[in-house]
């Protein structure tokens, strides 16, 4: 075994060893409310739990907020939610069975932004529409993604990034979470804005990645920010911009993607709250208020800042206009750069 093999070992131990720690912590957090006192979704005799999809597997940034959610929910819906980790097919097999499951609430599903892009490189008929076949809750939390470069590589602004890139075009390497994705969708939309020329390597998640600039393999990389944030606070990596609306307040120094030249332009994974199309729409109020409630407490706010990630719930109106924007927004980016699905 190599050297980086011995150290990508330890560095995934370490990463699954602080996503158990962080679910742990997170789900300790006191529950407010009595439940008995709620009238159950399915009446008030029913022990029937409420699932909760994660189409992704059991330790990633999707799991730990749904687990956080389940720990807490019970409090204010009067009903158990117990989380279903259906992951394969980047997402799209968790995704499809929650369009297919019945419409009574009893069906939940937490998604990150791939929920929006799978659909746009998709090679056939996609498995499922995320406008036609969901009923928007909640937005969740989000996270900005952020570019970053080895802390010794010379370069400190996304301006210094681009100018490299042009003095030797096609040359420069940056890494994503993998092929197609939100963040590789965002970083092709940027480079075409930047003028630069760039070759995309896909890592199978973000903290490989990250890794790989670390290393040295590629020249920058691009992931959410809880992938990079450790190797940043230890002034390993050098973050030269962040994706979401407004600087990161560990990373002040840092400006947003916008501020560095790229108007309007916003690079952020965010974790959101859907039901299957045609659950009642007072149904979806309640779990709306419900997250918004759980979400809304101080610990819990502290605790995902720690984490990386900030808390956006919103209004299911909010969330389904979102989709309704981003859909054909990231469509037209795959479709312009001729990325489809592997």
Known sequence: MS???????????????????CTAALCAVPAMGQAKQLVPFFGRSSRKPVRLVVPFAAGGTTDIIARLLAAQLPAYLGQSVIVENRPGASGNIGVASVAKAEADGGTLLLVSSSFVTNPAIARERPAYDPVRDFAPVSLAVSSPDVIVVRAESGLATLKDLQDAAGRDPGTLTYAT???????HLA??????????????????GAAPAVLAALGGQVDCALAALPAAQSFLAEGRLRALAVG???????LSGVPTIAQSGFADFRSETIQALFAPAGTPAATVERVNKAVAEVLGKEPVRKQLDGLGFRVVASSSEELKARVAQEVPKWAAVASQAGISAD
């Open 177 to 183: 979470p993998g092929n197609g994705n939100s963040v």
């Open 187 to 204: 970083a092709e939309l940027l480079w075409r804005r930047a003028g630069v020329q760039a070759l995309h390597v896909p890592y199978s």
């Open 3 to 21: 050297d980086d093999d011995g150290i990508s070992r330890l560095a995934a131990r370490r990463r699954v060893l602080r996503a158990a720690a």
């Open 244 to 250: 979401g609306d407004e600087r990161w307040p560990a």
